[in-house]
């Protein structure tokens, strides 16, 4: 089955900076890789997603990247903010229709 | 458009218990997911059902099950609880199974589960 491993673990940047979380995963059949944000308390909240026919997409601060020869994808988050702060997960929609998630990596922006 | 809901929001139950979490998915939406949240062990998968059957089922205990209705609202049962029970329960909603444009998967706010 799917496996996709994370990281880092936790990131610390400073406001303004840029943060950039790396994800590989295994099974090449997989053609989905959403990211999810999730703060103290609350639900993990879409932010961007991508699929295998692409290799980047852009949302305003926010883009993704795909090789899907390497198996791996990355977020970048541009001009970080402390409202960045959160807990961020990759993920994969597997083959058999599971989404497999990273461990997760704990962003905070220092102000 | 209404969100993923789940009930209850929180809850606490002794050990050898059995709890049932529910959740209502998205209007229209037909494939409901369920994931259990802990510290260690990150975002597991529980199961999928889709059309009122189980399409999927993560490496969890038999004491774990569920069950979704013709109106896609999906109940989760587990039973015997145990104090490693103890743990965020997340159900996620879509429209279909494949992970086709358009289809994208939405997260409730979570039932907070507490084995004493």
């Known amino acids: 089955g799917e496996n996709v491993e994370q990281h880092p673990s936790t990131l610390s940047v400073q406001e303004g900076d840029s943060a950039v979380i790396k994800c590989t995963y295994s099974?090449?059949?997989?053609?989905?890789f959403p990211w999810y944000k999730q703060e103290l308390g609350k639900r993990p909240q879409l932010i961007i997603d991508i699929r295998s026919n692409v290799g980047e997409k852009k949302d305003q601060r926010i883009a993704v990247t795909l090789n899907k020869t390497a198996k791996h994808f990355s977020l970048h988050i541009t001009e970080t903010q402390p409202e960045d702060s959160a807990v961020y997960f990759c993920?994969?929609?597997?083959?058999?229709?599971?989404?497999?998630f990273g461990s997760g990596t704990r962003l905070l922006v220092r102000p | 458009k209404a969100g993923v809901t789940q009930t209850p929001r929180y809850l606490i139950k002794t050990r050898g218990q059995q709890v049932t979490l529910s959740c209502s998915p998205i209007s229209g939406h037909r494939s409901v997911s369920w994931y259990q949240q802990t510290p260690g062990q990150g975002l597991q998968f529980l199961f999928e059902?889709?059309?009122?059957?189980?399409?999927n089922k993560g490496n969890f205990p038999g004491r774990f099950s569920g069950r979704q209705f013709s109106n896609s609202r999906s109940e989760m049962n587990v039973s015997t609880l145990e104090l490693g029970d103890s743990a965020l329960y997340l159900c996620?909603?879509?429209?279909?199974?494949?992970?086709?444009?358009?289809?994208?998967?939405?997260f409730g706010e979570g039932s907070w589960l507490t084995v004493v």
């Open positions: 059902y889709f059309s009122e059957t189980q399409r």
């Open positions: 099974d090449s059949a997989s053609n989905y």
């Open positions: 996620a909603s879509s429209l279909g199974r494949s992970p086709s444009s358009g289809n994208t998967i939405y």
């Open positions: 993920a994969a929609w597997d083959s058999s229709y599971k989404l497999i």
